[in-house]
Nanobody, 118 residues
Framework: QVQLVESGGGLVQAGGSLRLSCAAS???????MGWYRQAPGQQRELVAA???????TYADSVSGRFSISRDNVKNTVYLQMNNLKPEDTAVYYC?????????????WGQGTQVTVSS
């Protein structure tokens, strides 16, 4: 069982930067880690993800501006967000996935609010 806690959200002006952190209660070794976001009235979407092998993927809307990284020793995943735009405003959620013999397990944090003013 893994508990995830996000932090680092807040209010920032367009063009500014924020760094989100996701701290896990246990080891994230072997997990696929990701950041999702959900704006009011919209579906939750994948923003960025990183595999245990270090492969990263990004949504087209954030490519070149956001960067995901992980520290397996600190059991923490980060999302560096640069050149923020008002359309980035959303609640950002941390996600962890792992495949075990008993099946696939998925964990979510409670989210952190990011608001970008124009």
């Amino acid at each position: 069982q893994v508990q995830l806690v996000e932090s680092g959200g807040g209010l920032v002006q367009a063009g500014g930067s924020l760094r989100l952190s996701c701290a896990a209660s246990g080891s994230i070794f072997g997990f696929k880690m990701g950041w999702y976001r959900q704006a009011p009235g919209q579906q939750r979407e994948l923003v960025a993800a990183t595999t245990s092998g270090g492969t990263t993927t990004y949504a087209d809307s954030v490519s070149g501006r956001f960067s995901i990284s992980r520290d397996n020793v600190k059991n923490t995943v980060y999302l560096q967000m640069n050149n923020l735009k008002p359309e980035d405003t959303a609640v950002y959620y941390c996600n962890a996935k792992i495949l075990r013999l008993t099946g696939q397990y998925e964990y979510w944090g409670q989210g952190t609010q990011v608001t970008v003013s124009s």
